[in-house]
């Protein structure tokens, strides 16, 4: 009997997003391919440390082995790492108990054809075109900032996972955000007062939010294993449609924090965030000092037709 995918979380990570290869990036753009396929085959044996998505797949997994959600989460390593170099990234993977058993090795070539083939849910990568493909296919994705905290307590459980968003170009699409910048915040704050009642159109991480919901639905507020915040440059008057789409969409938000130009990063810091997903790499940048952090990229205008 084939394993089905359906009905189940499906969480793509990269061998970058997943472990701290820094050293081992910066000798294949210092170098070039072959060296680092060198290197990694002669280090194989040498564990990895984790990288910044560590901590939110392990939990991920975790939600396993709460009763009634067996297996309801799946991740797949999907790098474009080689065969013959991965034996690394699977020893890493055995060490730190990682139950992720089926991987997509695609040496060097694009992930995108294969990210739909494997029903992905969410994409976390720190290579910008995996990313922007998997964005331009409507599948919910981040650019993983390697570049801020590096020490991931690997030993510490996480009871709760904690996942923050921001609103325009994430959760829901940039339609307001171009009016902001192309015409400006007095002009912004009166098409959302214009337009309270209209919900905001749908965004690359709206479907990931629904299925977070979907999942929390089971469990009573404090005792859910996922909690949801949105943190947003937004602030009064353009709150009320914020509020009103995700009541349209019937999906939860745990808490919301309308910043109004405040920076984010000591919200994200006093949330405790496992991940922060923004659009703007002056946010994430930030964050990334804190918190892990994931940019998401627009969409290409060439595919946005294809969606609407």
């Given at each position: 009997?084939?394993?089905?995918?359906?009905?189940?979380?499906?969480?793509?990570?990269?061998?970058?997003?997943?472990?701290?290869?820094?050293?081992?990036?910066?000798?294949?753009?210092?170098?070039?391919?072959?060296?680092?396929?060198?290197?990694?085959?002669e280090?194989?044996?040498?564990?990895l440390?984790?990288?910044p998505?560590?901590?939110?797949?392990?939990?991920?997994?975790?939600?396993?082995?709460?009763?009634?959600?067996?297996?309801?989460?799946?991740?797949?390593?999907m790098s474009?790492?080689?065969?013959?170099?991965?034996?690394?990234?699977?020893?890493?993977i055995?060490?730190?108990?990682?139950q992720?058993?089926?991987?997509?090795?695609?040496?060097?070539?694009?992930?995108?054809?294969?990210?739909?083939?494997?029903?992905?849910?969410l994409?976390?990568?720190?290579?910008?075109?995996?990313?922007q493909?998997?964005?331009?296919?409507?599948?919910?994705?981040?650019?993983?900032?390697?570049?801020?905290?590096?020490?991931?307590d690997c030993?510490?459980?996480?009871?709760?996972?904690?996942?923050?968003?921001?609103?325009?170009?994430?959760l829901?699409?940039?339609?307001?955000?171009?009016?902001?910048?192309?015409?400006?915040?007095?002009?912004?704050?009166?098409?959302?007062?214009?337009?309270?009642?209209s919900?905001l159109q749908?965004?690359?991480?709206?479907?990931?939010?629904?299925i977070?919901?979907?999942?929390?639905?089971?469990?009573?507020?404090?005792e859910?294993?996922?909690?949801?915040?949105?943190?947003?440059?937004?602030?009064?008057p353009?709150h009320?449609?914020?509020?009103?789409?995700l009541?349209?969409?019937?999906v939860r938000?745990?808490?919301?924090?309308?910043?109004?130009?405040?920076?984010?990063?000591?919200?994200?810091?006093?949330?405790?965030?496992?991940?922060?997903?923004?659009?703007?790499?002056?946010?994430?940048?930030?964050?990334?000092e804190?918190?892990?952090?994931?940019?998401?990229?627009?969409?290409?205008?060439?595919?946005?037709?294809?969606?609407?």
């Amino acid at each position: 009997m084939s394993y089905d995918l359906e009905n189940r979380l499906v969480v793509g990570v990269s061998s970058r997003a997943l472990f701290d290869l820094s050293d081992e990036n910066e000798i294949f753009e210092n170098n070039g391919v072959e060296a680092y396929c060198r290197y990694q085959v002669e280090h194989e044996d040498e564990i990895l440390k984790p990288g910044p998505g560590f901590p939110l797949v392990q939990a991920l997994l975790n939600l396993n082995h709460l009763p009634g959600r067996e297996n309801c989460v799946e991740v797949i390593i999907m790098s474009r790492n080689s065969p013959d170099t991965s034996l690394r990234v699977f020893n890493a993977i055995k060490h730190y108990g990682l139950q992720i058993t089926r991987a997509v090795l695609a040496s060097g070539a694009s992930l995108a054809p294969y990210l739909e083939a494997f029903k992905t849910d969410l994409f976390l990568s720190a290579y910008e075109d995996d990313v922007q493909s998997a964005i331009d296919s409507n599948i919910a994705a981040g650019i993983i900032c390697t570049d801020g905290i590096h020490t991931y307590d690997c030993e510490h459980q996480i009871k709760q996972i904690r996942i923050a968003f921001d609103g325009d170009a994430v959760l829901f699409s940039d339609e307001s955000e171009r009016i902001f910048k192309e015409q400006g915040l007095e002009a912004f704050e009166e098409n959302e007062r214009k337009n309270a009642d209209s919900p905001l159109q749908a965004g690359p991480f709206a479907r990931f939010l629904k299925i977070l919901s979907e999942l929390q639905g089971a469990y009573a507020v404090e005792e859910a294993p996922i909690r949801t915040a949105l943190v947003t440059s937004r602030c009064a008057p353009a709150h009320e449609r914020v509020i009103r789409t995700l009541r349209a969409w019937n999906v939860r938000i745990d808490e919301a924090f309308f910043l109004g130009g405040i920076q984010k990063t000591d919200v994200l810091k006093a949330f405790g965030a496992h991940i922060f997903f923004d659009d703007q790499a002056v946010h994430t940048k930030g964050a990334s000092e804190v918190v892990p952090a994931a940019r998401v990229p627009y969409k290409n205008k060439e595919s946005w037709d294809d969606s609407s």
